[in-house]
DNA sequence: CATGAATGAGCATTCATTCAT
DNA sequence: TATGAATGAATGCTCATTCAT
């Protein structure tokens, strides 16, 4: 009610408060997907994360997949920027190994609501429709980065050590989340990391 | 009175149709729960999938989450059974591929509906309840197999690497779900073989 | 399945378990429609109760409804016996004040659950069927009773007080009841023993 | 869009529907639940005789508790009111008087459903949540009501004549139900009119 | 656009009653 | 007669979605 100005002004472009609202209900949305999953949260759970009402939800998303579907997009391209950022690391392998540890620094949140692109997958992989083959994006991202890296390392097999990665990154995900304990992504990390250095 | 034997064969003496449909229902909702995960399962499906009446479930089970405790539950007698299956051959070595390749085997149903146990323990790690922790006992028993394999081989690293297999497995069986492509797993499995050839 | 003889001789004509199985629902019965009222009671309170197999009710009662008559019926029996009992006092007062006196020693159970007549009426008076009817007759007994005490006493407004008795008795009950207050039926009982004293 | 007036005469500031429906749901409620009992009474009843669709009561009432605790509160908040506007009379044996008067005008509706207080506290001091106690702030109105009326005519036991009466009347408001007999309550209301009047 | 309210299909669960043996 | 099991209608409650203003 107080300063609506302040939280709505956000491009140049004419566009108001429905894009600060729009963009809170992804954000909240993707909270929310990530502690609770997607089944278990309805859409007053992220309408209240986004403090929208309710009935507005609909004049920014269609359905409640569709609010799902942009969260997914939205942690879609934060996972490209996060990557692309990776790029400054001077070797391949600097990269892999920023990437790992990246990941690693999550580790509390993780232990405790596991990796946010693999409960999405594990949860929408079960259904056949549009939001499962978003999820396939979202898993093909890191996956084709790191298989660049590893292509920069001349590797010929840069395909199946990327998938061997990040599936090795999705499985600690899970068994440090099933434990709670963020220990495991810890050493699993140093590992990887070893791993990494050995190759080549 | 007329055909106890056909309907109902389990045992010679008195059991009766009680047991056949409790089991028919864990049965019915191990395949369920695997296919469409906890919460998109309802407990109508369970019952069709079981062919009992929903009202009858309640004769067997107090509530929707006893049934999938049961569920969880028989899982995790069936896996403490193959993991003792595997006892038979003759070094650790040769037990840990036995288990990568009967994991693999089933890169089918992994593909179209993920790992039964990487599934449960996704979606339940969410919740903060008894379920929750079930999961955890139902992932520790691989873990703490493939741990013993590992120190039969003399390593004493062999917590981390049977952490570091089971999450490879776990991982892959992810992908393998998200991108419904069974050859992922193969060629995991094959490099995880390698990888267990060259320890020591 | 060892004791049943003991368990089950009752009388000495022929009857067998039938006759203590039924008689235990009904007294199982009466104990948890006192306790819980007869809507909040399920048939397998009551077979818990009697330590009967649900599905056996039925052989001794049609419906619920069935086996809550013969339960008022069973009350109605124990009401006239004892109120059968109170005649031997010399006097009609002192029988009023008998009734007052006995009725007052139940005060415990009373300001626990009311008084079993008054919480049977005030539920079953709701219904426009046989077992309202039913608790009608349980009323009219010591109403009655009451109304010969009081003509015996020579007065011609015997019905009146009578009535004018058991309400004040019902009332207080519910009272006692209501604020859980064993001693607010002590003080009224003081007061109608002083009343009744007080009469010609 | 049409007719808001008539269907929604409220207050003249922007009140809506809304308010109406909350209203009409307690209304609805304290009528079905008086003739009905609590148990009997299901929320379609109540939404029925509200008019309003079973769904959208949840949206003014979170459990159907919840929707019998207004109910109870909004009856004593009416019980408070009457007993208010007795004060006007100059006496306070005139006051007692005019609320046994009151009381009697109601027979008819006694007769047929019984003292609404009486019921909810006989069918809900069977239980031990916030239901019950609710009921007993309800007696506790009339009762405290009386005890001032009876101290201001300077007795001591203006407690428990306050008692006294209001047992009186909850005891015959039963057995006028259980007789369905409103004459029952005419003659019980004048002999405590003369009691009232016979004091000091 | 914004918003509180409305709607109805769906779900877990209960329970009186019946059935098969 | 005895009994565990079966059945299905009903109930309280949830929630995605829509409506009225």
Redesign the interface.
């Known amino acids: 009610m107080t300063d609506l100005v302040g939280v709505e002004r956000r491009d140049g472009h004419g566009a108001r408060s429905a894009v600060g609202k729009r963009e809170r209900l992804i954000d909240g949305a993707r909270q929310v997907l990530h ?3 997607v ?2 949260t309805t859409l007053a759970d992220i309408a209240k994360a986004a403090d929208v009402p309710v009935g507005n939800v609909y004049y920014y998303f269609k359905t409640k997949d569709d609010l799902v579907q942009a969260a997914i997009a939205a942690h879609a391209d934060e996972v490209a920027n996060t990557l692309a950022a990776l790029e400054h690391h001077r070797t391949p392998k600097a990269r892999l190994k920023a990437l790992i540890r990246m990941l690693t620094e999550q580790r509390e949140l993780t232990s405790r ?2 990796c946010p692109q ?2 999405l ?3 929408l ?3 056949d429709d549009e939001l499962g083959r978003s ?2 994006q979202l ?1 093909k991202l890191p ?1 084709e980065w790191a298989e660049r890296q590893f292509g920069a390392m001349g590797r010929r097999d840069a395909r ?1 050590l990327a ?2 990665l ?7 995900a ?2 440090t ?3 709670r304990d963020p220990e ?1 992504m810890t ?2 990390a140093r ?1 990887l990391e070893r791993w990494v250095d050995s190759l080549n």
């Open positions: 502690a609770q999953g089944e278990s609501y596991g693999g409960s997958c594990s949860e992989d079960k259904r999820c396939a898993m996956i199946e998938v061997a990040i599936a090795s990154y999705q499985g600690i899970l068994l989340n099933t434990f495991l050493r699993e590992r």
